[in-house]
């Protein structure tokens, strides 16, 4: 069994408990004769935090059989952050005295984000949070101003999970100011809001056509994008105004089915992109199962065909718009 700080050999649960503090760098003192008097019954957990009857009952013939419990532990003024179960055995026991672990700090000083995941942990004997307590824990840090280091310190967690919550918590305030429901849009494009940094209006307008028009979260940054290039406050707003005349057809057919898509000009530059984006070399990406083969010419083909119809078709546009090609 290692060592604790104060050189004190520990049962299983106990040794998880104080592992725990060590984990989140929180002196303690270990009292066995500590007075229960001064303990106050807690609910620092996230779940109702109670004493099971049947739990009371069989910590109590420990007590009677004169076998120890594993220690409470507590914050300096006396808040339980983990054993309160055992606490209402030893009342019941009418003991005055037990063995308690207490923290240097009080539970202010400690702070209710850290009591809460400190009680988590501890009730779950060490297991990690699950996902949606550790959202919740987070959101209470960053609100308390902590440090990305210090959460992720406290939570095992990475850089980008914080930045990410950091930035839908930044998103629904902002849908907030505008009288927009935080759900009226994906985490992805929580994020993506979070993140973009334009003034009032022109944000305002970026947010109902993303809205109005059911926006990909890529559409969305990319309109950002071309909306931050614009030199003034006035030019972004037309900007968006085109962009929303011109997805006139994605509004109507959003606001109507709730499943509005892309002009097809505009799928077909994305889809376009996505393959130009492959710079393997063309020998690289030759089919080599004969089977296959065939299949394979055949897609190459079609694609070839239609590519040659939709380049004949833009031109053809450009002319009659009297657009100059290069």
Request: net charge neutral.
């Amino acid at each position: 069994m290692p060592p604790t700080r104060d050189n004190v050999k520990h049962d299983a649960i106990t040794r998880v408990l104080v592992a725990i503090l060590d984990e989140f760098d929180l002196d303690y003192t270990e009292d066995p004769q500590y007075s229960l008097a001064n303990l106050k019954r807690s609910q620092v957990r996230q779940e109702k935090n109670v004493a099971p009857a049947e739990t009371v009952q069989w910590l109590r013939a420990k007590l009677q059989a004169g076998e120890p419990l594993p220690a409470i532990v507590a914050t300096a003024d006396g808040e339980i952050c983990d054993g309160n179960t055992r606490n209402a055995a030893y009342m019941k026991e009418k003991r005055p005295v037990g063995y308690v672990i207490t923290t240097v700090k009080t539970a202010e000083q400690i702070g209710p984000a850290l009591m809460k995941i400190l009680g988590q942990r501890m009730n779950d004997h060490g297991k990690r949070l699950s996902k949606a307590e550790t959202e919740a824990s987070i959101r209470v840090l960053i609100s308390e101003g902590a440090s990305t280091e210090r959460i992720k310190q406290h939570l095992s967690v990475t850089e980008s999970q914080v930045g990410n919550l950091r930035a839908v918590m930044k998103a629904e305030a902002k849908l907030a100011e505008l009288g927009l429901a935080v759900n009226s849009f994906k985490t992805a494009h929580m994020k993506a809001l979070g993140r973009i940094d334009l003034l009032a209006k022109p944000f305002g307008e970026l947010v109902k056509l993303a809205h109005d028009a059911g926006l990909s979260s890529g559409d969305l940054n990319n309109i950002a994008k071309r909306v931050r290039a614009e030199t003034s406050e006035e030019a972004q707003l037309k900007l968006l105004a085109d962009e929303r005349a011109a997805l006139g057809d994605q509004i109507k057919q959003h606001k109507e089915t709730g499943n509005g898509k892309p002009p097809a000009a505009r799928r077909a530059k994305q889809s376009l992109s996505q393959f130009l984006a492959i710079t393997t070399a063309p020998e690289l990406t030759v089919e080599r199962a004969p089977e296959r083969m065939e299949e394979q010419l055949a897609v190459l083909r079609r694609s070839q065909e239609r590519l040659q119809a939709m380049i004949d078709a833009q031109q053809q546009a450009a002319v009659e718009a009297g657009v100059t090609l290069l």
